[in-house]
Every structure is written in structure tokens, then in C-alpha cells.
Nanobody, 121 residues
Framework: QVHMVESGGGLVQPGESLRLSCAAS????????MGWYRQAPGKQRAMVAR???????NYADSVKGRFTVSRDNAKNTVYLQMNSLKPEDTAVYYC???????????????WGQGTQVTVSR
């Protein structure tokens, strides 16, 4: 069973930055696409950013230019650098491994506990 542990969340003011980390175990990390997702209260979980095994990245429109996803295969860890944070970025952030199925990336691992990000004055 794939296991994810997210960390790095916290309470910040608008405009500030956070760096999230996700340590993955029990997978062949270096060959997997990894995705960051978030779920705000009352909303469905949605993809924020992903990085493929060759380093290609995709971002949700709402975070383009502000968030950067990266990975360290030696540490089985994926990161999400979040700059210029906005109140609407408030959510629980999760990571997961993804498979490309019929042209769509689908999260396939077990969801971890996530890490809470709160952006507020």
C-alpha cells in the first residue's frame, strides 16, 4: 500500500509563502507521476500541480505563476513551493501518485492525512 506523509502547512498572511513536502513510501517513486491536490471546506478535492518522472509539470490555472512543484527522487519526496498566497488557497493539501489512464491522470494511492494551509490576516 502506497503511503504518503504531507508536511509544511501552517497559518500565513496573504502574500506570504510556504513550502510543502510529501514523503512517499512503498512505491517506485522515481518512475511515478506525483500530484498535489487540495480540498477546501465544502468543496471537492482538486488537482493543484503535478510533476512527471521526467520533470514535466502541470498546474491548475488558479496557481500558475505562484506555485512550483519539484521532486527529489533520492529522497522519495515531492515539494510544493507556494508564493503570493491568497485566502482562496486555504485548504488541506494532499499528495498522491498518479497513473495516466485513457489520457487522464488519476490518483491511485491511498490519501494521507494532508497538511492544512490557512491564509488569513
Amino acid at each position: 500500500q502506497v503511503h504518503m506523509v504531507e508536511s509544511g502547512g501552517g497559518l500565513v498572511q496573504p502574500g506570504e509563502s510556504l513550502r510543502l513536502s510529501c514523503a512517499a513510501s512503498r512505491i517506485s517513486f522515481s518512475i511515478n507521476t506525483m500530484g498535489w491536490y487540495r480540498q477546501a471546506p465544502g468543496k471537492q478535492r482538486a488537482m493543484v500541480a503535478r510533476i512527471t518522472r521526467d520533470g514535466s509539470t502541470n498546474y491548475a490555472d488558479s496557481v500558475k505563476g505562484r506555485f512550483t512543484v519539484s521532486r527529489d527522487n533520492a529522497k522519495n519526496t515531492v515539494y510544493l513551493q507556494m508564493n503570493s498566497l491568497k485566502p482562496e488557497d486555504t485548504a488541506v493539501y494532499y499528495c498522491n501518485t498518479e497513473f495516466l489512464i485513457d489520457g487522464t491522470y488519476v490518483p491511485v494511492g491511498s490519501w494521507g492525512q494532508g497538511t492544512q494551509v490557512t491564509v488569513s490576516r
